[in-house]
Structures are given as C-alpha cells and as structure tokens.
C-alpha cells in the first residue's frame, strides 16, 4: 500500500461522522436544509416572486409554491444563461449542465452553482469513496487510478462568460489537484466533444494504466470495454488492470449489465459493485452496503430538501406532496426537490420506492414518463428490468440493452408490447426467453396480469433480438453518443421503436 493511498484513505474516512449524523437525525437534517435554502432564496428574484420571505414553515412552502417542471422554470433560467444574476439564487451562476432527457430532443439546461458543487456534487463524490473504505477498509484503491467517462464543455451559446455541457465534465473541469492526480483520462481527453476521438484515446491512454476503478453509466462502459478487450486481445479486463477493485455505476439499472460484467469483464469475486444516483440537478443516494441489492443511501445534508409525490397525485393540477417523515417504504413516489443551484419545487421526473427508514434507502424504480400504460398495464422500468434478468438466466442470454412500447389495437386485433433487445449472447431458445420474459412481468405487476389473462386486452410480447452495436448506431445517429446519454426503456409511444425498426430495414 503507497503513502498516497494512506493519506487520501485517511482524510476520506474521517467523513464517516458527518454521515452517521444525519442518518441518526434525518429530519432534523432536513430541515436544516430547508431553513438554509429558504434564507438563501427569499432575496432573489424568484424568491420575491413567489414570497419567500414570508414563509415560516414547509407547509407554508407547499401551499406557496407550485410543483415545477422545467417549463415552469424556463423562464428564469433563461434570464440566468444570458448572464443576469440574482434569479435563482443569490450567487453567481458560472457553469450550466446540458441534458436533453430521453423524451424531449430538446436541450435543458440546469444551473450549477458553487454551491452546488461543492456541498452537492463534490460531496456526494468523497462520500462515495468514504462508505466504500466503510465496506472495504483495507483498500488499495488509491495505489491505482479511477477512470471515468465524461462528457464535454462549450461555450454559454447565451452568454460567453459561462460554459455548459454535460455535469460530468463541469465536475471533472473544477475537480481538485488530488482528485486529478488520482483519475484517468487526462482532463484533455476526458473532455473531448467528439465521442469516436474520445474513445480512441480514452483505449490509448487506459488499456496502459494501473486502474482500480471505474465510474460511469454501464451502457459507455460497455462499449469502452469491449474495444479495449478487442484492441489488446485479451479475454477479460484483469489481464490488464490486474489490480482492478469496484465499479461505481449510476444513470441507468445495472441489472441487465451484471452477468456480463462479472462474467466477461471482471471474472473474480473480488470485485465489487457500487451503485449511486446522481444527476445533472445534482447528487442524491449512494449504495451504502455493498452486499446490498442495489439499495442506496439517500443523502441528506448536500444543500437539497427533498418531497415525494405519489402516483395518484402525478397528474393532479395541485399535486400533495409527502416529507421524509411521511413517506412509507414500498410506495412508488416521483421525487420533487428544492436545490442549492436554485431549483424549487422541481419535479425531476424520476421515481423511486423506499427499501428501509431510519436510515432511509430506496431503489430507483422508473421515470414519471417512462412506462408502458396503452391498456391500463401500468408497467413501470422496474418491472421491465426484472422480467429481462429472468429471461436471461432462463434462457442463457445476454443482453446489452432494450427498449419497448406497445403495438396498439386494430379492429381485428388486440394490443400487445413489442421489444428490441440486444444481445451480446443470443438466448439457447427464443421462446424460452419470450415466455419468461411474459411471464415474470404477470407475476410482478398484476394490472398486466390481468390484461394478459387468456389475452383479455394484451396478446404475448413480439420480441425483436437485434446484433451487438445496434443501439450504439442509433444512439449515433440520433446525435446521442456518449457523456449522460441514456437508451429509452420504455415509452408509452411507439417513437423510439419504429425508428429502430425504420434504420433495420435501411441497412
């Protein structure tokens, strides 16, 4: 074990405190939260508008306030992106991150102040390391190099004295000398715009370097990989980063990725898998036991008051909204928040269920508009996930990625999903896939169930099983290569599948 490695440990793990506090204190955490960013805002622009200094307490908050969407608070993030100051919050706001979502084409830009940052972004970042020295104290972790996956920066197209681009390169951009000396690529390349170019020097410079872990979204991890297993002709990742400890993963679920990467990639028991769930709006949970199922740890000092919004209230015009102290573990919730990058109210448009109170962890459990409900279904992108993971382990498949949408009745025919799926490895059967696949989506979600039930409204799934690169040439030609891009599970239209099928028949 280097000095290096000592030293960094050392001053990580005295972090383990500060955790341990809010996770004994969670509400009182809370409001603490609260009080600050109520303080913060109030003298603002948007504060002025909506009476902020007026309010006293959260119900005051919710009754003030509306839930907002990202149209709702366009209009004062333009005012921020051309320069004004004051609007959102009270200080300077000198980066943007660009993130287009998976259901609009066009780009949202999100504020990220110092605040943010730092107390969010960054905390999240160190906390992340200080729990995986909680679950592996005798890590060697900083011996090595921690390569990740960015995105890139450009100039403010609305104003030339800020930047925007992917957050992840607005983190790499401000990171510490420490955390640079200790990561891989060298900035020059982990911020490149062209993501072809990226990727060429991304295998140059890491297939040759001493790394320990790897950060990113799994569906870029992949395709980076792959590439370096077959440039250097090698079986798997430990022929060349020997020394290889954890994969922290995030964005999208790990669970149609696992087998592939402790079978094809890291072979070896020692390896370990970290999840968190962070985002352009800022950083939420990280997986706090590793030998949990993906559970995370939901953060509660990083500057962000968090409220929950159940299913039944999604569409409502005054939506109720549920503290931490009222949530109940099981429920689906979309998850609202109020941010130190000036953020009110913002529905982020994730879902989530908690696993466990007190402390509170949760699983990330789908996308407010991410789902499958043409015929009263409701499928939701956790079941989709767990119905692919049995089909695999019935069938022998493995599977890269998916996406879904429904095929809608005809006069002389039901409806019925229809699934593109690629597979790194092809399933022995098709119809044991199929079948699997139907089957495991009627034993976790009983509305399908009963539209599947002697093919009362739902006919069986059609599958489509595409070649390897499939969606990494649509994500292409769609311009969405690489940084926080993401394929679309699921959709309740039949956009994303029909352009998949359209490029098929092209090629």
């Known amino acids: 074990m280097s000095i290096v490695n000592d030293v960094i440990s050392f001053f990580i793990k005295r972090r383990a405190?500060?955790?341990?506090?809010?996770?004994?204190f969670p509400i009182e955490a809370q409001k603490d939260v609260f009080d600050d960013l109520i303080a913060h805002g109030k003298h603002t622009k948007w504060g002025n508008d909506h009476k902020l200094k007026l309010i006293q307490s959260v119900s005051e908050f919710q009754e003030a306030v509306s839930v907002s969407t990202y149209e709702d608070l366009y209009p004062?993030?333009?005012?921020?992106?051309?320069?004004?100051?004051?609007?959102?919050?009270?200080?300077?706001?000198?980066?943007?991150?660009?993130?287009?979502?998976?259901?609009?084409?066009?780009?949202k830009y999100i504020p990220v102040t110092e605040e943010s940052l730092e107390n969010c972004h960054y905390r999240g970042g160190k906390d992340l390391l200080t729990l995986y020295f909680e679950n592996c104290p005798e890590s060697e972790i900083f011996d090595g190099k921690g390569l990740s996956i960015g995105g890139s920066l450009r100039e403010n197209p609305f104003n030339k004295h800020s930047r925007v681009g992917d957050v992840s390169a607005v983190i790499m951009e401000n990171l510490p000398t420490w955390a640079q000396y200790v990561r891989s690529p060298s900035l020059e390349v982990a911020l490149l715009e062209k993501w072809e170019e990226k990727m060429e020097r991304m295998i140059e410079e890491c297939s040759g370097e001493n790394i320990t872990s790897l950060l990113g979204v799994p569906t870029w991890c992949v395709v980076l990989l792959e590439n370096i297993m077959k440039r250097k002709g090698i079986s798997n990742m430990l022929e060349i980063w020997p020394n290889f400890e954890v994969f922290v993963h995030g964005a999208v679920s790990f669970t149609p990725y696992r087998e592939l990467f402790k079978t094809e990639f890291f072979p070896s028991s020692g390896v370990r898998y970290m999840e968190t769930y962070n985002a352009s709006e800022g950083f939420f949970a990280i997986q706090d036991v590793l030998s949990s199922d993906g559970e995370m740890l939901l953060m509660l000092d990083y500057g962000i008051f968090y409220e929950f919004m159940p299913i039944s209230e999604w569409e409502k015009e005054n939506?109720?909204?549920?503290?931490?102290?009222?949530?109940?573990?099981?429920?689906?919730?979309?998850?609202?928040?109020?941010?130190?990058?000036?953020?009110?109210?913002?529905?982020?448009?994730?879902?989530?269920?908690?696993?466990?109170?007190y402390p509170f962890r949760l699983k990330i459990s789908?996308?407010?508009?991410?789902?499958?409900?043409?015929?009263?279904?409701?499928?939701?992108?956790?079941?989709?996930?767990?119905?692919i993971?049995?089909?695999?382990?019935?069938?022998?498949?493995?599977?890269?990625?998916?996406?879904?949408?429904?095929?809608?009745?005809?006069?002389?025919?039901?409806?019925?999903?229809?699934?593109?799926i690629e597979c790194l490895k092809s399933p022995n059967d098709e119809r044991t896939f199929i079948e699997a696949l139907d089957n495991t989506l009627r034993e976790v979600n009983s509305d399908y169930d009963a539209k599947r039930k002697n093919d009362a409204a739902l006919q069986a799934p059609k599958v489509h099983f595409v070649a390897p690169g499939t969606f990494?040439?649509?994500?292409?030609?769609?311009?969405?290569?690489?940084?926080?891009?993401?394929?679309?599970?699921?959709?309740?239209?039949?956009?994303?599948?029909?352009?998949?099928?359209?490029?098929?028949?092209?090629?």
């Open 17 to 24: 405190s500060r955790i341990a506090n809010f996770q004994a």
């Open 389 to 420: 993971e049995q089909a695999c382990k019935n069938s022998g498949a493995t599977i890269s990625d998916f996406t879904a949408a429904p095929v809608f009745m005809q006069k002389k025919s039901k409806g019925r999903h229809e699934w593109i």
């Open 366 to 387: 789908g996308r407010t508009k991410h789902f499958i409900n043409a015929f009263g279904e409701e499928v939701i992108i956790e079941n989709a996930e767990a119905a």
């Open 76 to 107: 004062y993030i333009e005012r921020s992106l051309k320069g004004e100051r004051n609007v959102l919050w009270p200080t300077e706001t000198s980066w943007f991150s660009v993130s287009s979502g998976t259901t609009n084409s066009r780009s």
């Open 319 to 357: 939506p109720k909204t549920l503290t931490l102290d009222e949530v109940e573990i099981g429920v689906n919730y979309a998850m609202i928040i109020t941010t130190n990058a000036g953020l009110w109210r913002y529905k982020i448009g994730d879902t989530i269920r908690f696993t466990n109170k």
């Open 472 to 507: 990494y040439k649509w994500m292409e030609r769609r311009g969405k290569l690489g940084g926080q891009n993401k394929v679309p599970r699921l959709s309740n239209s039949r956009e994303f599948v029909e352009d998949i099928l359209l490029m098929l028949s092209q090629t």
